[in-house]
C-alpha cells in the first residue's frame, strides 16, 4: 500500500509569491491534516480535511488556505509569502477523524524557502 | 487549552546505552489518546505507539517500551540498547476528542537524540 505522498518534495519562492502544495493521502484515508514545522514553533497544526470539508483551522493567518478534493487528495495554498513561512509542511493522512482511534500517517512533507 | 512538554531537547549517548525521554502532558479530558512519533533526518514522521487515557498498561515492542503514568501525567519512553540508527528526533503527542484550532495532535517540541557509535 502506497504512503502518503506529497509533491513538491522541495520549493523555492520569493516572498509576496503565492504556493500551492499538494498531498495525496493513503488509498482509502478519507481524513487528511496539514501541519506546519519550524524550528522555532515545532510542529503547529494547519487544518483538517474530510469529505471535502474542512473540519477544524489552527491559528494562522487567512493567507494559509486549503481544499480536499472527491478522491481525498488535498491541497494547500499560501498567498503572499512571508519570509516566516519558510518551514516543513507536512501531510497526514488517517481513515477518519475520530480522535485517536486511527493514528495519523505522514507523508514525507515539503520544505518551503521564501527568499 | 491542551499542552504537551518534553523538557530534554536534545539527548546524546554511547551506542548500546539505555535512554529515556520524557513527555509530560495536561488536558481537562477524561478521554485523550498520547502518541509518540520518530523524525528521521529524512522529516517523515513515523508513528510509533498510541495509547488511551484508559490503558495505563505498559508496553514493550522490542528495545522500546512505554511507561504510562496518569498520576503524573507522563508518558515516558524507553530505548533500550541504543543503536545508531535509533538518532531522530522523537515527538510526544495528545489527541483529545475534539481538538479545536489545536487540531487532531498536540506535538511537544520534541527531544533530538543522537546515538554514537
Known amino acids: 500500500k502506497a504512503g502518503v505522498t506529497q509533491t513538491p518534495r522541495y520549493l523555492i519562492k520569493t516572498r509576496g509569491q503565492q504556493v500551492t502544495l499538494s498531498c495525496s493521502p493513503i488509498s482509502g484515508h478519507r481524513s487528511v491534516s496539514w501541519y506546519q514545522q519550524t524550528p522555532g514553533q515545532g510542529l503547529q497544526f494547519l487544518f483538517e480535511?474530510?469529505?471535502?470539508?474542512?473540519?477544524n483551522k489552527g491559528n494562522f493567518p487567512g493567507r494559509f488556505s486549503g481544499r480536499q478534493f472527491s478522491n481525498s487528495r488535498s491541497e494547500m495554498n499560501v498567498s503572499t509569502l512571508e519570509l516566516g513561512d519558510s518551514a516543513l509542511y507536512l501531510c497526514?493522512?488517517?481513515?477518519?477523524?475520530?480522535?485517536?482511534?486511527?493514528?495519523?500517517?505522514f507523508g514525507p512533507g515539503t520544505r518551503l524557502t521564501v527568499t | 487549552a491542551q499542552k504537551v512538554t518534553q523538557a530534554q531537547t536534545e539527548i546524546s549517548v554511547v551506542e548500546k546505552e539505555d535512554v529515556t525521554l520524557d513527555c509530560v502532558y495536561e488536558?481537562?479530558?477524561?478521554?485523550?489518546?498520547l502518541f509518540w512519533y520518530k523524525q528521521p533526518p529524512s522529516g517523515e514522521l513515523v508513528f510509533l505507539i498510541r495509547r488511551n487515557s484508559f490503558d495505563e498498561q505498559n508496553e514493550i515492542s522490542g528495545r522500546y517500551s512505554w511507561n504510562f503514568q496518569k498520576s503524573t501525567s507522563s508518558f515516558n519512553f524507553t530505548i533500550t540498547a541504543s543503536q545508531v540508527v535509533d538518532s531522530a528526533v522523537y515527538f510526544c503527542?495528545?489527541?483529545?476528542?475534539?481538538?479545536?484550532?489545536?487540531?487532531?495532535?498536540?506535538f511537544g517540541k520534541g527531544t533530538k537524540l543522537s546515538v554514537k557509535p
Open positions: 503527542a495528545l489527541s483529545v476528542n475534539y481538538g479545536g484550532s489545536q487540531g487532531n495532535l498536540i
Open positions: 488536558t481537562r479530558d477524561t478521554t485523550y489518546y
Open positions: 480535511y474530510f469529505s471535502e470539508t474542512q473540519r
Open positions: 497526514a493522512s488517517s481513515p477518519k477523524p475520530d480522535r485517536g482511534t486511527y493514528e495519523q500517517y
